[in-house]
């Protein structure tokens, strides 16, 4: 690596401890529409569109697409059992590793297939004073989501960086295909219930089963990173 100037953050999963609500609404919407699946299959679909999602299961397990309307009933049965969860915190070791890096001197970027409006507010009181507004690239600023490269590039060419340059940390398949698709190091935190052997066959560089063990390891990563 040339020089490590920027981390790319993924948000859910790695920033904040919110899959375990999506899965549970997302498990709670499919259950009421009598679909069969499980909770942890959403960590799988994680990065997919709420629409991507309902194709499928409803292929899977109906064996035919659903119409626009059952896609946005779903949906919005799925916000809705989401909003009535508790808000999802910060994730343990977050908080710690973003002041480390900053630390350095190196800056940081959120890239979130999330839409949320209300995201730049979460991040500011969740790590008051770590993220820049103008630093993030979300699901309303890309045409391709996740696996698609597109996101990822987005952020290097924002931080007017090269991929040599930047490092990511994902938690989801998905998000670990499209990081690696746009060539950039990618460290994995493994916060859900998935096999560690799926990110490593997805090409993951680095691999931490959570969010403290990655703040811990942190100069020794930094170190390896450096020296590659
Ligand atoms: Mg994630």
């Known amino acids: 690596m040339k020089d490590l100037k920027v981390v790319l953050f993924d948000m859910d999963g790695v920033l904040f401890d919110s899959m375990k609500n999506h899965t ?5 919407t499919m259950s009421k529409w009598n679909i069969p699946c499980t909770k942890d299959e959403f960590y799988l679909h994680e990065g997919r569109t709420g629409a991507g999602t309902t194709r499928l299961l409803f292929n899977r397990e109906l064996k035919r697409e659903p119409s626009d309307e059952e896609i946005k009933a779903v949906y919005e049965m799925k916000t809705f059992h989401f909003n009535a969860l508790p808000k999802a915190l ?17 800056e940081v970027c959120v890239v979130t297939g999330s839409g949320q409006v209300s995201l730049l507010s979460r ?3 969740a790590f008051p004073g770590i993220f820049d507004e103008k630093h993030l690239v979300s699901a309303r600023d890309v045409t391709k989501g996740k696996p698609d490269p597109e996101p990822y590039l987005k952020a290097l060419k924002l ?7 930047a490092i990511v940390i994902e938690n989801a398949p998905m998000g670990v295909q499209s990081a690696k698709a746009a060539d950039i190091f990618t460290v994995t935190v493994n916060t859900g219930p998935l096999d560690e052997k799926m990110f490593y066959d997805l090409g993951t560089d680095k691999l931490y089963p959570s969010m403290q063990s990655l ?14």
Not at 90 to 106: F, H, S
Not at 159 to 165: K, L, P, Q, R, T
Request: glycine share 4%; hydrophobic share 45%; charged share 20%.
């Open 159 to 165: 931080m007017n960086v090269s991929a040599d340059e």
């Open 24 to 28: 549970e609404s997302w498990y709670l």
């Open 90 to 106: 910060p994730m343990p070791g977050a908080l710690e590793l973003l002041q480390k890096i900053k630390a350095q001197g190196i």
């Open 123 to 125: 991040l500011d009181s």
């Open 215 to 228: 703040a811990d390891n942190w100069s020794l990563l930094y170190a390896e990173i450096i020296n590659q």
